[in-house]
């Protein structure tokens, strides 16, 4: 079976894209390719699949994505960015669009080639100052959307100097904390002195540390501004794949990011079974 796909990558989160308006292929075909075709070394490998399917409501197109276990996510951010350059492209929708997913519509503009910008959904859930037993941890907790992506952001001074295999176990524990109903992806920032902020983010699904997390920097600097520890309306983040900018305005919350189509062809994985 020969599978037209695109491989993007926003700040180096990577993503297979799909159109399956085309293909046609069920939620269980999906799932299946998903896990086949993100392994690393055995396949073309990422952090996850896209499909670009028809719209259910009002929307130019659906969303579907999967994390590279098979599980369904209800939205990424640094993923809408791909899916709507790769939307574009192909010619699905125009220079604005509406993108559904499994957390609500989603709101897309491209301002250049490779620049988009999205406006992600507004939290559902937040809860401050948590405490994480048998830690010092003060954890704040942001659900965006409705059902929404679930996020813990932790404050850790020195990250910059930390490596992620020292925080690692730390992560593991928090992703899978017993007072969540879906556990959680887990952000770990620290203030730079110019007013930026340093960011590493634990993945659901990957069960890792990701290379960038669109949806984990925009609810880091929800927190940052709702706890007025930033002031700024636009809050640079630094991850491991480069610079996400947040920018807030009207009290919604805009992720603005490159985009970069890796390359584009047929996945011809003879060991492939859909």
């Not at 965006?144 to 932790?154: E, I």
């Not at 887990?186 to 203030?191: D, L, R």
């Not at 990957?206 to 609810?219: K, P, R, Y």
């Amino acid at each position: 079976m020969e599978i037209p796909f695109y491989k993007m990558q926003g700040a180096a989160n990577d993503f297979i894209v799909i159109n399956n308006m085309k293909l046609g292929l069920s939620g269980g075909q999906l799932v299946s390719l998903t896990k086949q075709v993100c392994r690393q070394r055995f396949s073309v490998g990422s952090d996850a699949l896209m499909a670009l399917d028809f719209p259910q409501n009002d929307g130019d197109f659906r969303m579907r994505f999967y994390n590279a276990d098979g599980t369904e996510a209800e939205m990424c951010g640094n993923g809408v960015r791909c899916i709507a350059r790769y939307a574009y492209e192909t010619g699905v929708a125009g220079e604005q669009m509406t993108i559904e997913t499994k957390a609500g519509n989603v709101y897309c503009w491209r301002l250049s080639q490779r620049q988009y910008k999205v406006q992600i959904n507004e939290p559902s859930i937040e809860k401050f100052d948590l405490s994480f037993p048998n830690t010092d941890f003060l954890l704040d907790y942001v659900e965006l959307g409705n059902p929404g992506v679930p996020h813990l952001v932790v404050n850790y001074p020195n990250l910059k100097e930390t490596s992620l295999e020292e925080i690692k176990p730390l992560a593991k524990k928090m992703r899978y904390w017993g007072a969540l109903d879906r556990g959680a992806n887990v952000n770990f920032y620290a203030i730079d002195t110019e007013g930026g902020v340093i960011l590493r983010t634990f993945e659901r699904g990957v069960e890792d540390f990701t290379l960038a997390c669109g949806t984990g920097a925009v609810s880091t600097a929800y927190v940052l501004k709702k706890k007025q520890f930033i002031q700024k309306d636009s809050v640079e983040l630094h991850v491991l794949g480069g610079l996400l900018e947040v920018e807030e305005k009207n009290e919604h919350f805009y992720l603005i990011g490159d985009t970069n189509i890796v390359t584009k062809g047929y996945i011809w994985d003879e060991d492939l079974i859909v």
